[in-house]
């Protein structure tokens, strides 16, 4: 009863935030025609914020010889250039992206933040405004992978952010985490180049960090050990909430398989591994970046043969349709009539009976567009693949696998990719052919 009044409070509390329409408005003059042309190509990213959302990116394009100068002139308590102090002036080159770092609005009352963008003695305002937490859940519409809130269910929705190599803060990934069964329902995150780079980081020329860990934990590779050291404590911990982390999931309510993988398995059940729900060589940008996919509530018990197989030739396919416009992923799990539960250093995880795989991206790979904005099926390509969690799937091939979204909704109960427009979703996740992604043809 405690544990699950405790995890209703969380979702109530921070169940997400609903979108909110970013406002782009001229200060100086009425007509953007008038303006310097350098100024007028200052714009910001995108057009939804939320009471979580870490930061907006504001893009210019121009001649990198000319300077502008940045300033927040409103919401200065709440934003900053700076993602660790309050800095609110800023200059730097044409063509480069400037981000403003938001602090969590923990409020259900919105707010609003002005940026006045200044060259060559004209300026422009942006400005955008963030809503307050709410019962409600949404997400930043730009967010295509992300699929809808079960409101009937007790889960505990959360999303990682991290903060790329060019000093971008960004989604890492989302979660629909079931606290009874220790194990995310779906892991949903996107897909593009920028995650999967550069070459080497921190670690010695090593891109997969090993570190096994409870959620929020913060690491940094030790060149003298060769390994890795935890800089801060787990943030489930503590008592106060940290801006890119809400909602906090304690160490009780995840696997205990820091240590190792599973244990003390019934029924015979061999052969586990600690199986990746979004994949480590899907996340190779950073350190860190990469390191959050070791958190326990990434992970699934998944039988070894399987997941060093078929499955590992399901996510390399997954990173070979990576395009421009981004691929959207969601990674879940099946838990049909009969399932096994692991009794795992005292904490029982449930072992799911079959593991799915869901994309989505447009099929030209390079339109510019949103998601939400395309309004023919057409333009958009989507695929599934599921699997029985077994020994017997190794040798699965994608064929045999391949079934349509709508497939995995029936099954599942979840609704996928929410941004599709609704005149064409159904059509957009009935799809099933593999002739449309290279790797799986």
């Known amino acids: 009863m405690l544990m699950t ?18 406002i782009l408005a001229a200060a100086a003059c009425n007509n953007e025609d008038d303006w310097s042309p350098y100024v007028s190509q200052a714009r910001l990213e995108n057009d939804e914020v939320s009471a979580s959302q870490p930061s907006v990116t504001i893009t210019t394009h121009g001649d990198p010889k000319k ?28 063509g480069e992206n400037l981000t403003v770092y938001l602090q969590y609005n923990a409020s259900k009352s919105s707010r ?106 913060v690491s940094k590779y030790n060149s003298q050990t060769g390994g890795y050291s935890i800089t801060s404590k ?4 503590l008592d106060t909430y940290n801006t890119y982390t809400n909602p906090i999931i304690p160490q009780r309510m995840q696997q205990n398989i820091i240590k190792g993988a599973y244990n003390d398995n019934p029924q ?11 994949p480590a060589a899907s996340r190779y940008n950073t350190w ?35 395009c421009k416009d981004t691929l959207y992923v969601v990674t879940g799990t099946i838990f049909d009539s009969g399932y096994v539960t692991l009794t795992t250093r005292d904490r029982r995880v449930a072992m799911p009976t079959h593991a799915y795989k869901l994309l989505l991206r447009t099929k030209n790979g390079n339109t510019g567009k949103k998601i939400s904005d395309i309004t023919s099926a057409d333009e958009l ?25 709508s497939e995995i909704e029936r099954r599942t109960g979840f609704k996928f990719f929410r941004l ?22």
């Open 5 to 22: 009044t405790f995890s209703f409070t969380l979702k109530k509390l921070y169940h997400g935030a609903a979108a909110a329409i970013i």
């Open 67 to 94: 300077l502008f100068a940045a300033q927040i002139i409103e919401g200065g308590d709440w934003c900053s250039f700076n993602s660790t102090t309050q800095q609110h002036t800023i200059t730097g080159k044409m």
């Open 112 to 217: 609003t933040a002005k940026v006045e963008m200044r060259l060559d003695g004209q300026s422009k305002i942006l400005s955008f405004r963030q809503l307050g937490v709410s019962d409600n859940a949404d997400y930043e519409r730009s967010w295509g992978e992300q699929p809808h809130y079960n409101d009937g269910d007790d889960f505990i929705y959360k999303t990682y952010y991290t903060t790329l190599n060019d000093g971008r803060r960004v989604r890492n990934y989302s979660i629909c985490y079931d606290y009874d069964k220790l194990v995310s329902q779906w892991v949903a995150y996107p897909l593009h180049d920028v995650y999967l780079g550069p070459s080497d980081y921190e670690g010695g020329g090593s891109k997969r960090t090993d570190v096994w860990a409870f959620d929020d934990a």
């Open 234 to 237: 787990y943030l489930s911990d």
């Open 268 to 278: 015979g059940v061999r052969n586990l591994n600690r199986g990746h729900m979004l």
């Open 288 to 322: 860190m970046t990469n390191a959050q996919t070791f958190y326990a509530t990434n992970m699934m018990p998944q039988n070894g043969s399987f997941n060093s197989g078929s499955w590992a030739k399901i996510e390399g396919g997954a990173r070979s349709n990576v």
């Open 381 to 405: 390509i989507s695929i599934g693949f599921v699997f029985e969690n077994s020994e017997d799937s190794k040798n699965t091939t994608p064929a045999q696998a391949a079934v349509s979204v």
């Open 420 to 441: 599709l427009n609704p005149d064409i979703a159904d059509a957009v996740k009935s799809q099933c052919n593999l002739n449309d992604w290279a790797e799986f043809r």
